[in-house]
């Protein structure tokens, strides 16, 4: 049995983390234990600054779901590398410098594998055939902030063709809605377009955002990289709106909008969509047991 660890993580129950399931699925039984006593494996994050040099594990991970870029206490390679056994996030994978792609879109789903047809990307799939008629309004948006100001210039592009509906606290102008993923989805299912832009940009920096959208069976409306998950989604799926080019924009927009059966038609992943994310789970598997010597 592996004792597992969290420090400067989310706020949720160790016995309940994505990671902790994940090792349960594919390594071995887990016990959560505190820090002090010494765990086969911390798991650190950037959600708050408690030193973890003072604690002894066997394998320490770093895991960003963060832009790193906009945290400039945990944004040094150098630190990190000297820290921790392995880091995982966003950038993409170079084992010389401990870095292993892991995405935190990965750890929205319940999914720890992809070897069954009860994987994630079956699963996506699925909720985005189910939604994909269930259409009552033009476009919507969920968000709390708009601090990079890409969401409203997308917003005032896109209601010169309609209204954008915000049940979320930024732009706010309709009834709210709850909190959890569920209420989203359910919400946003009834648009033809979801808004969906990262809040910053960084090497390989990509989230939930997209996968949401298809979720509900909408065209998402995204700005970010520019290719997110190249390997993995289907471009033609997509409206990508450069954001930093308000003519692009503003063609990008026009183009979804006046041929919305380009984006719905086809495949929501490539060919070797599976054969990338089942890499994503393997890298992290093998290297775990790696530094534990298993």
């Given at each position: 049995m592996l004792t597992i660890s969290y420090i400067n993580f989310w706020a949720q129950d160790a016995d309940k983390m994505w990671f902790t399931k994940f090792i349960e699925h594919n390594i071995s039984p887990v016990k959560?234990?505190?820090?002090?006593?010494?765990?086969?494996?911390?798991?650190?994050?950037?959600?708050s600054n408690k030193n973890v040099n003072n604690i002894k594990a066997k394998c320490k991970i770093f895991f960003y779901g963060e832009n790193l870029n906009n945290y400039p206490n945990y944004n040094n390679q150098k630190h990190l590398y000297a820290t921790y056994d392995l880091i995982l996030g966003f950038k993409y994978t170079n084992k010389d410098k401990k870095l292993l792609r892991f995405p935190l879109w990965l750890a929205f789903y319940d999914f720890y594998?992809?070897?069954t047809d009860n994987n994630i990307l079956n699963f996506?799939?699925?909720?985005?055939?189910?939604?994909?008629?269930k259409k009552g309004m033009f476009a919507s948006i969920v968000a709390r902030h708009d601090r990079g100001r890409q969401r409203i210039k997308i917003i005032k592009e896109l209601e010169k063709y309609g209204k954008v509906m915000s049940p979320g606290k930024f732009y706010n102008n309709t009834n709210k809605i709850g909190q959890s993923k569920k209420d989203k989805i359910n919400y946003i299912s009834n648009s033809c377009y979801n808004i969906c832009p990262e809040n910053s940009k960084g090497e390989g920096y990509?989230?939930?955002?997209?996968?949401?959208?298809?979720?509900?069976g909408t065209?998402?409306?995204?700005?970010g990289i520019d290719l997110p998950e190249k390997d993995i989604i289907n471009t033609d799926k997509y409206?990508?709106?450069n954001v930093e080019?308000?003519?692009?924009?503003s063609k990008s927009i026009e183009d979804a909008v006046n041929f919305p059966?380009?984006?719905?038609?086809?495949?929501?992943?490539?060919d070797n969509a599976k054969s990338i994310v089942n890499n994503y789970y393997e890298d992290l598997i093998n290297n775990i047991k790696t530094i534990l010597n298993m």
């Open positions: 959560c234990v505190e820090n002090y006593e010494n765990p086969d494996i911390l798991f650190c994050s950037c959600c594998n992809i070897k996506i799939e699925t909720q985005y055939e189910n939604n994909i008629l990509f989230t939930e955002k997209i996968f949401q959208a298809f979720e509900a065209i998402p409306i995204y700005w409206c990508f709106c080019n308000k003519e692009h924009m059966e380009k984006y719905l038609k086809g495949k929501l992943f490539t």
